[in-house]
T-cell receptor, first 112, second 118 residues
């Protein structure tokens, strides 16, 4: 079945790195996504990675994909208070009729 | 590019009222749009997939007569919550994808509509 899991909460100090982890069960997904949701707002696409890649870097964001372990992570370097939000990982399994399957979301709190 | 606009952002109305929410793709054409519902501190729950020019595909457990979806053009989908009741109060979010179905194009989300039924 399709299942995406994330830890619920992460707290870091401003300036430190944050690492948000995600595990998924369906290995057929071609792309895996990271979305950010600020309070009372919709979802903002942060980045996505193609399944044949191990790593993708975009400014302060680094995505690591371990396809063997079905593990995805998002690293935010030099975390700022503005990064405080909920982060969702998501996948589109081949047999899901193009539906995004979301994780439960990780609430990141950045302490000054 | 890839901006999705959702309107209104917040609605408060009396029980029994019907409420229409609009979702527009501003700078791209969206063959497919999606409607989600989000409860407090929870993830998004897909309600239905809206296809331009055809009937929406509803997820199991979602009442199609309660949540009417119309996708009249490649840039506009509407969700109408008919005869809304307090249990329909929630955060509704739409998304749109640039590509065709199965293209794996990322979905771009609107800012959501907070619906409060008194």
């Amino acid at each position: 079945g399709e299942d995406v899991e994330q830890s619920l909460f992460l707290s870091v100090r401003e300036g430190d790195s944050s690492v948000i982890n995600c595990t998924y069960t369906d290995s057929s997904s071609t792309y895996l996504y990271w979305y950010k949701q600020e309070p009372g707002a919709g979802l903002q696409l942060l980045t996505y990675i193609f399944s044949n890649m191990d790593m993708k870097q975009d400014q302060r964001l680094t995505v690591l994909l371990n396809k063997k372990d079905k593990h995805l992570s998002l690293r935010i370097a030099d975390t700022q208070t503005g990064d405080s939000a909920i982060y969702f990982c998501a996948e589109i399994p081949m047999d899901s009729s193009y539906k995004l399957i979301f994780g439960s979301g990780t609430r990141l709190l950045v302490r000054p | 590019g890839a901006v999705v606009s959702q309107h209104p952002s917040w609605v408060i109305c009396k029980s029994g009222t019907s409420v229409k929410i609009e979702c527009r793709s501003l700078d791209f054409q969206a063959t497919t749009m999606f409607w989600y519902r989000q409860f407090p501190k929870q993830s998004l729950m897909l309600m239905a997939t809206s296809n331009e020019g055809s009937k929406a595909t509803y997820e199991q457990g979602v009442e199609k007569d309660k949540f009417l979806i119309n996708h009249a053009s490649l840039t506009l989908s509407t969700l109408t919550v008919t005869s809304a009741h307090p249990e329909d109060s929630s955060f509704y979010i739409c998304s749109a994808s640039k590509g065709e179905v199965h293209s794996n194009q990322p979905q771009h989300f609107g800012d959501g509509t907070r619906l409060s039924i008194l």
